[in-house]
Structure formats: C-alpha cells, structure tokens
C-alpha cells in the first residue's frame, strides 16, 4: 500500500515562504512523477507543480517564478518551496505521486497553507 505523507505548511504573511514535504512510502512499482497540487474553498483542486523521474518539471502559470519544486529520488520525497507567497495561495496543499504502466495515482491527505494579507 503506497501512503504519502504531507508536513510543512502553515500559517504565513504574504510575502513570506514555506517549504513543504512529501515522502512516499510502501512498494511503489515504475515511479513516474511526483506532484503538488491544491484545492482553496469552494474551488476545484488544481494542478501546481510536477516533476518527472528525469527531473522536468512544469508549473501552474500562477505560481511560476515563485514556487520550485524538486525531489530525491532515492527517497521518493518531494518538495514545495514556497516564495512570495499571496492570499489567493491559501489552499490545502495534496501530494501526489503517479507509477505504473498505467499511471496509477495516489493522493496524501493533504497539509492546509493559509497566506495572510
């Protein structure tokens, strides 16, 4: 059974960062990529950042130039590094990683980020 387990988020003053955590756990079979995505109040999740076993990443154009996204492969954790963090980031925050021939997906339980103006 694959778990991800989310930590780092948090309170925090616009303008401010965090960086956040997500190590995966159990028999993971063809690691593809690893994810964050978020879901703010009465909105649908989205998409903030990916990255692949080679290290390409792509970004949500919201959050290019702000946030970065990297991994250790060896320890399949990833990382959210948060910068110039607005109100309209506030969110919480899911770790996702996808593996497998079919790109099965697994989800955390996810870390709340509130941005304060």
């Known amino acids: 059974q694959v778990q991800l387990v989310e930590s780092g988020g948090g309170l925090v003053q616009a303008g401010g960062s965090l960086r956040l955590s997500c190590a995966a756990s159990?028999?993971?079979?063809?690691?593809?990529?690893m994810g964050w995505h978020r879901q703010a109040p009465g909105k649908q999740r989205e998409l903030v950042a990916v990255i692949g076993m080679d290290g390409s990443t792509k970004y949500a154009d919201s959050v290019k130039g702000r946030f970065s996204i990297s991994r250790e492969n060896a320890r399949s954790t990833v990382y959210l590094q948060m910068n110039s963090l607005k109100p309209e980031d506030t969110a919480v925050y899911y770790c996702n990683l996808e593996a497998g021939v079919s790109y099965t997906a697994y989800w955390g339980q996810g870390t709340q980020v509130t941005v304060s103006s």
């Open positions: 159990g028999y993971i079979f063809r690691l593809k990529t």
